[in-house]
């Protein structure tokens, strides 16, 4: 009898899963990419990258500013 349970992402790096993205949390990304770096580094790495910190009154999120 197959499982029930949808797959297990598949783990990338932090490029491709940004690449595939428009809008992330730093949950998101610390739960589907190999290696992360520490926090305030991945923080450093996404303004690098043309993401931009967003808050709503539910949390934080990345959006891409920059293609």
Known sequence: MP???PP??????L???????????LAEIM???I??????E???????AGWESRRTATGRFWVKTRG
């Open 3 to 5: 499982s029930l349970s």
């Open 8 to 13: 297990a992402p598949v783990a990338v790096t």
């Open 15 to 25: 490029a491709a899963f940004l690449a595939a993205r428009e809008r992330a949390t």
């Open 31 to 33: 739960q589907n990419v």
């Open 35 to 40: 290696d992360v770096p520490p926090e305030k």
């Open 42 to 48: 991945l923080l450093v790495m996404l303004k690098n």
